[in-house]
T-cell receptor, first 115, second 114 residues
């Protein structure tokens, strides 16, 4: 149980284009989802917290207009990197927390390469 | 505020030897504590967690951890390392009014020598 999927697992795009990453909780309902960014050999950096049906809460220093988050249902959250640039290349990981629970379950991650 | 410190960014053990990965936390409220493992180019997998109750918690793959409030520690151990245990390990804390946010340590890379 508690499986989280991400799609795509790999994406390569040209500078200036937008990329959408999906995060799905497959066997539970997630009232809260989180989006992280991870640089090589580093820990996870929380980008934003997403609650179903409401606006995401972004961490300090994260551009909300660049990283658009939508949590339209209890099983799906999306992260759109708008007008991507090479410095946005990174490993993006989502997690989902069941309603009333304290544990976050993580997706397999999406590696983004912007050329 | 909460924080996590993992002592040692890299730990190397021989196959069959004891694994000990250290984690100390700081929290002004009763903490929830977690250990996650990350294999290369993958997401994080929950190894074990402490919320309330028994302070010695057992997880998957033979790992366990003990919550010691007096020492503000939550060290991860495994009696006998396997080659497949080689990975990055993250300790994390949540609780209080953080909105369920996880505060991660810097991570410890475990290498297992044959």
């Amino acid at each position: 149980g508690a499986v989280v999927s991400q799609h795509p697992s790999w994406v390569i795009c040209k500078s200036g284009t937008s990329v959408k990453i999906e995060c799905r909780s497959l066997d539970f309902q997630a009232t809260t989802m989180f989006w992280y960014r991870q640089f090589p050999k580093q820990s996870l950096m929380l980008m934003a917290t997403s609650n179903e049906g409401s606006k995401a809460t972004y961490e300090q220093g994260v551009e909300k207009d660049k990283f658009l988050i939508n949590h339209a249902s209890l099983t799906l959250s999306t992260l759109t990197v708008t007008s991507a640039h090479p410095e946005d290349s990174s490993f993006y990981i989502c997690s989902a927390r069941p309603g009333g629970g304290e544990t976050q379950y993580f997706g397999p991650g999406t590696r983004l390469l912007v050329l | 505020a909460q924080s996590v410190t993992q002592l040692g960014s890299h730990v190397s053990v021989s196959e069959g030897a004891l694994v000990l990965l250290r984690c100390n936390y700081s929290s002004s409220v009763p903490p929830y504590l977690f250990w996650y493992v990350q294999y290369p180019n993958q997401g994080l997998q929950l190894l074990l967690k402490y919320t309330t109750g028994a302070t010695l918690v057992k997880g998957i793959n033979g790992f366990e951890a003990e919550f010691k409030k007096s020492e503000t520690s939550f060290h991860l151990t495994k009696p006998s390392a396997h080659m497949s245990d080689a990975a990055e390990y993250f300790c994390a804390v949540s609780g209080g009014n953080q909105g369920g946010k996880l505060i991660f340590g810097q991570g410890t890379e475990l290498s297992v020598k044959p």
